[in-house]
């Protein structure tokens, strides 16, 4: 395919990569947004090893999540330190506001290169609306009716 090879070469370097908490990085099935007494912490299948790549590449990276921080902090406590937790926007997704609040905590200062990971649709519109590429979980996010010993194989 010589015209996917083009759009490979053409595609700008990653400048930062914005990436939902629950359902996404940990709590695989966004169980934190049930009724679930005890949502999964631990971090999802290949998130870490993708965390790592990202900072060995230098590239930013932080979470977002509307759920409040008494649930957030127990999940994003697997997570490596350095990955920021995106400061709570007073405007709820879909509008782009907590994307680029998240933006300007990491200092990135244009669009070009910038990625949201996620399995929630309204943080998926939020990145969409914001100007960023999206990436949509369809295997571990909010919609995939599946808990952690289900989803893995």
């Known amino acids: 395919m010589p015209h996917a090879e083009i759009a490979i070469a053409s595609a700008p370097a990653l400048t930062a990569v914005l990436f939902g908490l629950s359902g996404c990085l940990v709590d695989f099935g966004s ?9 999964d912490s631990q ?25 409040p ?32 609040q998240a933006l300007m905590e990491l200092n990135i200062e244009r669009l070009e290169g910038c990625v949201l990971v996620s399995g929630e649709p309204r943080l998926l519109q939020s990145g969409l609306n914001a100007g960023l590429w999206t990436i949509g979980l369809a295997s571990c996010g909010s919609l995939c009716g599946l808990r952690p010993r289900h989803g893995r194989r």
Request: include cysteine; hydrophobic fraction near 40%; glycine fraction near 4%.
């Open 43 to 67: 971090a999802t299948p290949g998130a870490l090893k993708i965390l790592r790549s990202l900072k060995e590449q230098g590239v930013p990276c932080a979470w977002l999540d509307e759920l």
């Open 31 to 39: 169980q934190a947004r049930t009724d679930s007494p005890v949502p």
């Open 69 to 100: 921080p008494s649930i957030t902090r127990p999940l994003a406590a697997t997570l490596p330190a350095w990955v920021k937790a995106a400061s709570p926007s007073s405007i709820r997704w879909p509008a782009p506001h907590a994307c680029w």
